[in-house]
């Protein structure tokens, strides 16, 4: 969402973390709670978190593996060796357009994975309960759900997810 | 055509539903070394074979599990073009992406096989 390169986090991502700002008095009405976690450095977080005016808690994950461990991400050799594969040339255009509008470059946006986990605490013992990854953080998305209810549907091809941009970025002004 | 170098097969990818098993397998029948990554759009195993060729283990929703082989060529779409009229079909076209170019296409005799076109190393990848 917000790796240790970028200048500001992923349009995309910010569109995720609009999208359920608004769950957290609802899910704490039933003892769970929502936060964030990127790699970039707090002080980039809380600026941009004020910028966007979210309410969820958001822990920086900075110069620890703890993305590493959870499998969402890899080192930036790592990833180097995986964008030099063919296998990069299945990257989506909104990848590249990611990267810019994060400001950092391809290998640097992509050494940030996302996913959605589930943790439970008992006992002093901390459970990964649930974990989820590419299409599964789908149903965090909730506009493609009203979106795939409008005449066209999501109506993206190729091109999916390039239309989102920054709340406070959008030509009209939302 | 004619051609002074035979294109070289350069990278062998194995599309797989479990990358798991299959990493387990290999590393256990040829002592192969593979390297776990995960990036923001793929889940991939690097393979590493030598002898100047490299792989990877990628997960995906196939049914079958299969090796594709990618060739090395250097005009992509003049090969692709002239796969076209030996007989094979395009499952997929040339395609950029930050490295190179690739190609998949299925051979009129059966089997698939890809081309890829490196980009020169000068190009800056990242």
């Not at chain 1, 977080?45 to 890899?74: C, H, I, P, Q, V």
């Not at chain 1, 993206?156 to 239309?163: I, K, L, M, S, T």
């Not at chain 2, 950029?96 to 089997?111: D, I, Q």
Request: proline share 5%; aromatic share 10%; with cysteine.
């Amino acid at each position: 969402m917000f790796g240790p390169t970028y200048d500001q986090a992923c349009p995309t991502n910010s569109s995720i973390a609009d999208a359920i700002n608004g769950l957290l008095p609802h899910l704490q009405a039933r003892d769970i709670t929502l936060m964030l976690v990127s790699g970039a450095p707090v002080e980039k977080l809380t600026a941009y978190r004020k910028r966007m005016g979210w309410d969820l808690n958001w822990a920086s994950s900075y110069r620890t593996d703890f993305d590493l461990e959870l499998g969402f991400s890899s080192t930036t050799e790592q990833t180097r060796a995986w964008v030099q594969s063919p296998q990069s040339a299945t990257l989506p255009p909104v990848a590249h357009r990611n990267a810019a509008a994060s400001g950092t470059d391809l290998v640097g946006y992509l050494t940030e994975g996302y996913g959605f986990n589930a943790f439970a605490l008992e006992d002093g013992t901390v459970y990964r309960t649930y974990s989820t990854a590419g299409r599964g953080v789908e149903f965090l998305m909730t506009y493609y759900g009203v979106l795939d209810r409008a005449p066209q549907g999501r109506d993206e091809g190729e091109g999916f997810q390039v239309w989102i941009q920054r709340r406070d970025e959008y030509a009209t002004g939302q | 055509m004619t051609r002074e170098i035979i294109p070289q097969v350069v990278h062998l990818e194995l599309h797989t539903s479990d990358r798991e098993a299959s990493t387990r397998f290999y590393s256990g029948l040829l002592q192969w070394q593979t390297e776990e990554i995960n990036t923001l759009w793929g889940n991939y195993h690097a393979l590493r074979l030598g002898f100047g060729l490299d792989g990877g283990i990628v997960q995906c929703r196939t049914p079958l599990a299969g090796w594709l082989p990618y060739v090395a060529v250097d005009q992509i779409e003049a090969t692709t073009e002239l796969a076209r009229r030996l007989g094979a079909q395009v499952l997929l076209a040339p395609r950029e992406g930050p490295a190179g170019w690739r190609a998949v296409l299925s051979t009129p005799a059966g089997g698939e096989i890809a081309l890829w076109q490196a980009k020169p190393q000068s190009v800056k990848v990242a």
